[in-house]
């Protein structure tokens, strides 16, 4: 009797170990219980894609430590495949993503998730080097070659980067400090570089801490920058928003930027080196622009600008604490051309200057430019613009040899601070104005309120009927 008992106690306990075995391992299992989302959304595109993947199937950690520059230029070699049968899209989900420079293919769309963070390496080894581009002959921090963009391509046709206001972070601190103290042997990447490409959509995103020029096609055609916000501490060196280069068909709709330089700089080639490549920026339309820079312009054209610079239209602009609203820089060696500039309803606050231009902008690439390179400036039109808090309303100071003709200048209030200095400063310009207070200077004689304003064009471009289509996208992330 004693031994069944003693054996009923032991099944007791064994059956109570069980038990509590179970139970923890349930616990265990419950904390190891992994939550899944899943979301469907749709976005807007000028294409939408038939293959999409996720970085995490190319073994991408999106912890803020791990580098991903591997992961991503997997996952787009992947997609490089299927450019003739729908396109590849790679989708970044939530998550700190650390890379260095990685290239796109044709036909192909990088999302970023609202929550996805793109980090630009701290190892400057993830930012190979390259050549200069050949319209400038040098980098243009340094002679010699420069790092690589953080996103970049070549001979593409067809790319989308987008998002549902995803943020792309170069970390550009490093690269700054580095800048100013002269530690650098080459010129900075920037955040974004499409090179020789046709077809360029860039859009929804959100670009912050670039370690220079955020956005720079060059050498391509029918680009569109969309939606985007660009911001950049105010004191950071040459962190430009949207630089077409030698670009053809350009459209800048939708974006707020603040920066350390200029918001939007068209440019197309240094000095001999532009000339001899000889490709314009032309037919670009900039609308329902914002932009904050105190130390430098709204949109500037130039400096360089020696492949030259024509047919640019820019309406609906906003600028806040800036230096210039619209600037025109070039200098004797730059050679080439800016003309057909349109500017009308451009509202400023707090300006230094509401227009600037000169012709002694004279930074070279080297000692080799042609002193007899003389740009030519003229058609340039100022229409339906209201400011207020300017320090100066206009310095324009063309060319001895060549004075900048062509300017027009029309219903124009510019409401300015008390000053000593007179309200406009003009050098070797010609042109007209009307409707103008402060009324400006001899050069832009007073045509009467009668006479007609300003030429801005009534055709469109081709750029502005490039129509966008909704695309699905379901994502399933932890």
């Given amino acids: 009797m004693e031994f069944k008992g003693n054996l009923r106690i032991f099944h007791i ?20 219980k992994v939550r899944i989302l899943k979301e469907s959304s749709v976005y807007s595109s000028t294409n939408c894609r038939g293959h999409t993947v996720s970085l995490m199937d190319f073994g991408g950690v999106g912890d803020g430590v791990t580098s991903n520059t591997k992961a991503f230029q997997k996952a787009i070699d992947h997609l490089s495949q299927f450019a003739s049968v729908g396109g590849g899209q790679l989708v970044v989900l939530p998550g ?102 046709d077809q360029i959509l ?4 959100t670009l912050v801490n670039s370690p220079s020029w955020n956005v720079h096609p060059v050498y391509s055609s029918n680009v569109i920058v969309k939606g985007i916000t660009i911001i950049a501490p105010l004191r950071s060196p040459n962190t430009d928003g949207i630089n077409p280069d030698s670009c053809t068909n350009v459209r800048i709709e939708d974006c707020y930027i603040v920066s350390g330089d200029d918001c939007v700089a068209i440019k197309s080639g240094w000095d001999e080196y532009g000339i001899a490549v000889g490709m314009p920026t032309q037919h670009v339309i900039i609308r329902r622009l914002t932009c904050i820079s105190p130390t430098s312009a709204v949109i500037a054209l130039g400096s360089e600008m020696s492949g030259g610079i024509q047919d640019v239209r820019a309406e609906d602009i906003t600028a806040i604490d800036s230096e210039s609203g619209v600037r ?40 080799h430019w042609d002193s007899n390179a003389i740009p030519v400036i003229d058609r340039i039109s100022y229409s339906d613009v209201v400011a207020e808090n300017v320090t100066m309303a206009g310095r324009l100071q063309g060319i001895q040899q060549a004075p900048f003709t062509g300017i027009c200048i029309s219903n ?67």
């Fill in 328 to 367: 025109i820089k070039t200098a004797v060696g730059r050679g080439a051309f800016v003309k057909d500039i349109y500017v009308k309803g451009f509202t400023m606050h707090t300006m230094k200057w509401a227009f600037w231009m000169t012709g002694a902008y004279g930074s070279h690439p080297d000692d």
């Fill in 202 to 205: 860039i859009s929804d995103l």
């Fill in 13 to 32: 306990l064994q059956i109570s170990l069980l038990l509590l075995l179970g139970l923890w391992t349930l616990k265990k299992a419950e904390c190891r």
């Fill in 412 to 478: 124009v209030t510019i409401g300015m601070v008390k000053s000593k200095k007179p309200a406009w400063n003009c050098i070797d310009i010609q042109g007209v104005s009307s409707s103008v207070s402060p009324q400006p200077c001899a050069s832009l004689p007073d045509q009467g309120s009668e006479s007609r304003p300003c030429p801005y064009p009534t055709d469109r471009l081709a750029i502005e009927d490039v129509e966008f289509t909704e695309c699905s996208l379901e994502t399933t992330y932890i």
């Fill in 96 to 197: 700190k993503w650390v890379t260095g420079s990685f290239n796109l293919t044709s036909y192909f769309t990088l999302y970023l998730h609202r929550d996805a963070v793109l980090l630009g390496s701290q190892d400057i080894n993830e930012w190979p080097l390259i050549d200069p581009l050949p319209s400038y002959g040098r980098g243009r921090d340094k002679p010699g070659g420069r790092y690589s963009s953080l996103i970049r391509g070549s001979n593409l046709t067809d790319v989308v980067i987008t998002g549902d206001n995803g943020t792309i972070d170069g970390q550009g601190a490093m690269w700054w400090q580095k800048f100013k103290s002269n530690k650098l042997k080459y010129t900075r990447g920037y955040l974004i570089e499409i090179m020789y490409s």
